[in-house]
């Protein structure tokens, strides 16, 4: 087995693809591009309070939270660094940070745990952790241990825990998953995006066939559980040809799970995406026949289709989830973990607590400056009302169950109409008692969610994260 170089390409005498580096900024500017509401169908808007109204928000809801002990919660921690920007994602990062620069945010992670713990108290149990954002790998093995070794002194971690994080396929190595095995992670994703030579020059983002599979290798001899593979359609030069050999390949790979993105072309909001010539994307058409090759090759080979974007084997847990109506949409991804406030760490992070979201501020300097100063770095929140928290559990209902009941839309009638008027579009079936999503419609599922959410607060696409 050779070891996975970051130089590993099959493109013959192709010459290396432009990297675009976003590095050396101005640390008290806000991060490149703040994450879209529509990165998870479940941030159905954008934060509405101002940062003094938000931080009392978030101080009383962790009051309540304090006040009940044996609630346990969720944690998914920011890292936005990356070795390199990819021309296709649109996700805030840093990217090519000097090691002192990456040193300090994890300490400011760290404290950002201790004060959070302060004030919910250190007894209750995680049942869900997850570093992404960017990639853990440009992470350290130390440090890595010192974010988890926090975790550990602020708060119980079962055995059970599912712990998950986000890696570059380039920045990895056997001693680094065993790091992350040793530390209790189960799941690994890695960003593949695409296989075909052409297509990874056009996003600048070289990594071969062979390294993938290597690499994979190497998180199984170290005891990963689960592999994510994360792919992308929509991206430049792809064809239905060169799509399908990819999928192809990636089967033969084994993963556990298989994510589906899509690209959406939007460099007003992500400034690297200027470096993607527009005459080389797929049609719209095109697009749509990528996604039904994927959901065909794909469910022909075992998986089986959870939801909207992913693809899991036929004994995965995510699996058994939906069967037994226990599958659920989280802030980090399905799960099959029962609800539970999500603590979000880190520059520009998300979490809910009762209903309640939360943005910590998306400047790193203001971000560090404020656990300096033993203060939460919250910016921004979004109170919960009856009425979001009905439209929230509608559309979560909608991605695990593929369904909703007129019973499930009380209050909410205005977004229940909206989406059953997709029917003259073949998206979904009208029921007397339930809207029922069709084949067609799980290909846009994360636009039929956006249907249940307030009127006027449609957000833009799904966002077009790398997954590195």
């Not at 050396?24 to 509405?48: E, I």
């Not at 599912?162 to 001693?175: F, G, H, I, K, N």
Request: with cysteine; aromatic share 4%.
């Amino acid at each position: 087995m050779r070891t996975p170089n970051p130089s590993d390409d099959t493109g013959g005498d192709r010459h290396p693809a432009p990297v675009l580096k976003i590095a050396n900024l101005d640390a008290s500017a806000p991060m490149c591009w703040q994450p879209t509401p529509a990165g998870n169908p479940l941030v159905q808007a954008s934060a509405v309070n101002g940062a003094q109204a938000a931080l009392a928000l978030y101080d009383a809801a962790l009051g309540t939270l304090a006040a009940q002990p044996d609630e346990p919660i969720s944690v998914s921690a920011r890292v936005p660094f990356c070795a390199a920007h990819c021309f296709c994602c649109d996700r805030d990062i840093r990217a090519a940070q000097p090691d002192d620069v990456i040193d300090d945010y994890v300490a400011g992670l760290v404290e950002e745990i201790r004060e959070v713990a302060e004030r919910i108290g250190g007894r209750r149990e995680v049942l869900q952790m997850h570093l992404g954002g960017g990639t853990a790998s440009e992470l350290s093995g130390s440090q890595l241990a010192r974010l988890v070794q926090a975790m550990q002194s602020a708060w119980r971690m079962p055995a059970d825990i599912d712990m998950s994080c986000e890696c570059d396929p380039r920045r990895v190595s056997q001693t680094m998953f065993e790091v992350l095995r040793g530390l209790g992670f189960r799941r690994v994703s890695l960003g593949v995006l695409d296989l075909d030579p052409g297509v990874q020059q056009a996003i600048g983002r070289r990594q071969s066939a062979a390294l993938i599979d290597d690499v994979c290798e190497l998180a199984r001899s170290a005891g990963i559980e689960y592999i994510n593979l994360d792919v992308m359609i929509g991206l430049p030069r792809q064809t239905l040809a060169s799509w399908s050999a990819t999928i192809d390949r990636l089967i033969s790979m084994g993963p556990e799970r298989i994510r589906l993105a899509r690209y959406h072309h939007r460099p007003w909001h992500a400034p690297a995406q200027v470096a993607i010539d527009t005459e080389t994307l797929p049609s719209q058409a095109a697009m749509a026949e990528l996604a039904r090759t994927t959901a065909a090759m794909l469910r022909a080979a075992g998986y089986r289709w959870i939801g909207a974007d992913q693809f899991v084997l036929e004994h995965d847990e995510l699996s058994r989830a939906m069967d037994d109506g226990r599958l659920r949409r989280s802030l980090i991804s399905y799960t099959a973990a029962p609800a539970t406030p999500m603590i979000g760490l880190g520059v520009g992070a998300v979490g809910e607590v009762d209903g309640a979201m939360f943005w910590n501020d998306g400047s790193q300097a203001a971000w560090r400056n404020a656990l300096r100063h033993r203060h939460l770095p919250v910016a921004q929140a979004r109170p919960a009302t009856p009425e979001t928290v009905r439209r929230r559990a509608a559309v979560e209902r909608l991605l695990c169950s593929l369904e909703l009941s007129v019973e499930q839309a009380q209050g909410i009638e205005d977004g229940y109409r909206r989406l059953a008027a997709r029917e003259a579009d073949g998206l979904v079936r009208v029921f007397g008692d339930r809207i029922v999503v069709t084949e067609a419609g799980r290909h846009v599922l994360h636009a039929l969610c956006t249907e249940l959410d307030e009127p006027g607060a449609q957000p833009e696409g799904r966002s077009a994260r790398c997954g590195c």
